[in-house]
């Protein structure tokens, strides 16, 4: 009897344990990673057209193409986004 308690209770104690270290671990870990501001990745108009294409043929959007597309521009001439155009796609024509 005195056994069997002693058991559960080391159990009890190393599942306590396991707890605490795996919740302490990713803490000490994440003071290791930085993540920079300062970086910003650039995408050109041949990505944006293809993530346009992609999304359309997600959305099951068949009937539709790029017409045009507008680049948007900071004072910095920097690029900040895509404006695409899209016009429907004729199905008969006459």
Known sequence: ???LWSVRKV????LIG??????IMPIMNGT??????????IFGSDIATKVVQA????????DFSIAE????INEQ???LF???????LLCCSF
């Open 1 to 3: 009897m005195f056994v």
């Open 77 to 79: 001439e920097e690029t």
């Open 82 to 88: 895509y404006v695409y155009n899209l016009s429907p």
């Open 55 to 62: 999304k359309l043929h997600e959305l099951n959007k068949t």
């Open 11 to 14: 159990s009890v104690l190393i």
């Open 32 to 41: 290791q990673i930085k993540i920079s501001d300062t970086k910003s990745v």
């Open 18 to 23: 396991v707890f605490l270290v795996a919740s």
């Open 69 to 72: 597309s507008t680049k948007i």
